[in-house]
C-alpha cells in the first residue's frame, strides 16, 4: 500500500543552521509524484515542489534543496541557513493514480520545524 | 481576491447544529477537494470533485455532505457532527481533470478550524 513516513515529529535548530527533513514513502506505481509542502501557522499548505518518479536530480530552489534517491525510496528536503520565517509544519506527500482517473495524494505526518533566533 | 479562500475561519457548533463550510477558489481550476486535518495524523482527503462532479467519496459520513454548485465553488455541509469531528478542514483546487494522464498540483486554502461541543 501506498505510504509516506516523516519519522522526525519535531526539530529545533537555532538560526542559521542547516535543516534536513526526512520523507521515506512506498510504493507499487512506477509512474509516481512526489510533492513537499509548508503549512505556516495561518493554515494554508503552501506549495514548494512536485517531483516525478523518472526526475532523480536533485533540485536546489535558493535556501531549499531536494534530494530524491529512488533507490531508498526517499526524497528529503534541506534548508539552508534557516531563518525564523522557516518555522512550520512540512509535508511530504505522494500521488498515487486512481480508478476514477483522479489523483490521490497520501500525505505524511508533517514535520514541525521551530527556527530559534 | 486571489487563491483559494475559506469561511469561515473558525467554527464552533453544538451536535444538534448545522453549518455549512464554504470554499472558493479563484484560479480558473476545474477540480476542488476537501481534507480533514486532525492532531497526529495525516491529511485525510475526504471528497474530490472535478468539473462539480463528486468522483470521489472517500466512505465519510452522511453527516457531512459536500455540494460543488459551480467549478470555482466548494461547501461542506454539517449536521450531527461528533466531537471526534473537531479539526482543520482544507479546501484545495488543482488545474486538472479526471482521467489527465499527469497528477496536478493542489492549491490550499487557510482552513476552517471546527470544533463540536
Known amino acids: 500500500a501506498q505510504k509516506v513516513t516523516q519519522a522526525q515529529t519535531e526539530i529545533s535548530v537555532v538560526e542559521k543552521e542547516d535543516v534536513t527533513l526526512d520523507c521515506v514513502y512506498e510504493t507499487r506505481d512506477t509512474t509516481y509524484y512526489l510533492f513537499w509542502y509548508k503549512q505556516p501557522p495561518s493554515g494554508e499548505l503552501v506549495f514548494l515542489i512536485r517531483?516525478?518518479?523518472?526526475?532523480?536530480q536533485n533540485e536546489i530552489s535558493g535556501r531549499y534543496s531536494w534530494n530524491f534517491q529512488k533507490s531508498t525510496s526517499s526524497f528529503n528536503f534541506t534548508i539552508t541557513a534557516s531563518q525564523v520565517v522557516d518555522s512550520a509544519v512540512y509535508f511530504c506527500a505522494l500521488s498515487e493514480a486512481r480508478a476514477s482517473g483522479t489523483y490521490k495524494y497520501i500525505f505524511g505526518t508533517g514535520t514541525r520545524l521551530k527556527v530559534l533566533a | 481576491e486571489t487563491g483559494v479562500t475559506q469561511t469561515p475561519r473558525h467554527l464552533v457548533m453544538g451536535m444538534t447544529n448545522k453549518k455549512s463550510l464554504k470554499c472558493e477558489q479563484h484560479l480558473g481550476h476545474n477540480a476542488m477537494y476537501w481534507y480533514k486535518q486532525s492532531a497526529k495524523k495525516p491529511l485525510e482527503l475526504m471528497f474530490v470533485y472535478s468539473l462539480e462532479e463528486r468522483v470521489e467519496n472517500n466512505s465519510v459520513p452522511s453527516r457531512f455532505s459536500p455540494e460543488c454548485p459551480n467549478s470555482s465553488h466548494l461547501f461542506l455541509h454539517l449536521h450531527t457532527l461528533q466531537p471526534e469531528d473537531s479539526a482543520l478542514y482544507l479546501c484545495?483546487?488543482?488545474?486538472?481533470?479526471?482521467?489527465?494522464?499527469?497528477?496536478?498540483?493542489?492549491?490550499f486554502g487557510p482552513g476552517t478550524r471546527l470544533t463540536v461541543l
Open positions: 517531483r516525478n518518479s523518472f526526475d532523480e
Open positions: 484545495a483546487s488543482s488545474p486538472g481533470l479526471a482521467g489527465d494522464t499527469l497528477p496536478d498540483t493542489q492549491y
